[in-house]
């Protein structure tokens, strides 16, 4: 068992584990995203969680960082070495795998590639 003192982590990124996005490499993801994490000296700022299935199969693999609530989609060990550079390092989104940003007003979704919408959950509510 770990028990880490996160005072003083400025992300956390949580990177899916659930049976889907393992089957699209999320193991070698989670292994590519740390790596670079590494590389850059981040440890300390950044904190990595692996999960269980997140909601979102069909984009597997699902990389989300917080506290941005930016959701990441179909993540290779490539694209995950890029969000660590790209969002963490340098401050800008990945757009091109961008699949929902926080806002103001709950998720929104910011993508223009193919991604399947989804069952609302609003209608469920009602
Ligand atoms: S297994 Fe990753 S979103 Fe479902």
Redesign the pocket.
Known sequence: MTTWNLVGTQKHILI?N????MRKG?EEVTLAIRDEINKHELDSHIHTTRTR?????K????VIVYPEGTWYRSITPEIGRCIVKSHLVNQHDLLDAMIYKYSSEGFVKVTNIESPEGISKIKERN
């Open positions: 899916c659930g049976s889907s996005c999320g299935c997140n909601g979102r199969c984009d597997a693999c699902v």
